[in-house]
């Protein structure tokens, strides 16, 4: 029952913006650490960014390669995770993920990704 669902991404110019959602189903979405991740093309699947189970306004830590451009939030009415991303590079381009991202690490199931592209 472990399920997650990544929207939002598309084609966007450099210096452009977008932003992505996950909806989780099958966890206990508010009480887990939160991740979004991401695969470029001929690249390995790594972690961008993680929020913590305290809301919102909770504690967030950032990859080196994104801090200062992307946000991320969550919604724990809504079961939701979410990622503003600013200032989009060509570099930025990948499918995107969300998962568990606390000591507990990933769960098992991961969602299909939604793509973002970033045009050079």
């Known amino acids: 029952q472990v399920q997650f669902v990544e929207s939002g991404g598309g084609l966007v110019q450099p210096g452009g913006s977008l932003t992505l959602s996950c909806t989780t189903s099958?966890?206990?979405?508010?009480?887990?650490?939160m991740g979004w991740y991401r695969q470029g093309p001929g690249n390995q699947r790594e972690w961008v960014a993680s929020?913590?189970?305290?809301?919102?306004?909770?504690?967030?830590k950032y990859a080196d390669f994104v801090k200062g451009r992307f946000t991320i939030s969550r919604d724990n009415a809504k079961n939701t995770l979410t990622l503003q991303m600013n200032s989009l590079e060509p570099e930025d381009t990948a499918v995107y993920y969300c998962?568990?991202?606390?000591?507990?690490?990933?769960?098992?199931?991961w969602g299909q990704g939604t793509q973002v592209t970033v045009s050079s």
């Open positions: 998962n568990g991202a606390g000591q507990s690490g990933t769960f098992s199931v």
């Open positions: 099958g966890i206990l979405f508010k009480y887990y650490t």
């Open positions: 929020i913590l189970p305290s809301g919102n306004s909770g504690i967030t």
